[in-house]
């Protein structure tokens, strides 16, 4: 059993920068790869970005260039750092660990989330 609790999330102005933290515990953390989705009001829920156990990592190709997804595997965390933010990246948004890439598929453990509200 995993649990994920993320946090970070706040208002921000279009054009600023946030820095999310999801802090894993239970089975062990490296094994898993590691990842960020969100979900906005009405709207289904999307991949953002993954990490996986050797360091890869993957990117939906609307935060690609923006955000940057890094573990610190001594405090069992993963980050999720937003910059250039846009009122279009207002979610909710999710940790995840699992085997996933680019989609929920694969997922086996989520956090409750975290609001990510950007202003214009």
């Known amino acids: 059993q995993v649990q994920l609790v993320e946090s970070g999330g706040g208002l921000v102005q279009a054009g600023g920068s946030l820095r999310l933290s999801c802090a894993a515990s239970?089975?062990?953390?490296?094994?898993?790869?590691m990842g960020w989705f969100r979900q906005a009001p009405g709207k289904e829920r999307e991949f953002v970005a993954a990490i996986s156990w050797s360091g890869n990592t993957y990117y939906a190709d609307s935060v690609k260039g923006r955000f940057t997804i890094s573990t610190d595997n001594a405090k069992n965390t993963v980050y999720l750092q937003m910059n250039s933010l846009k009122p279009e990246d207002t979610a909710v948004y999710y940790c995840?660990?699992?085997?996933?890439?680019?989609?929920?598929?694969?997922?086996?453990?989520w956090g409750q989330g975290t609001q990510v509200t950007v202003s214009s």
């Open positions: 995840a660990a699992g085997t996933f890439y680019y989609s929920d598929y694969g997922v086996d453990y």
């Open positions: 239970g089975r062990t953390f490296s094994s898993y790869t």
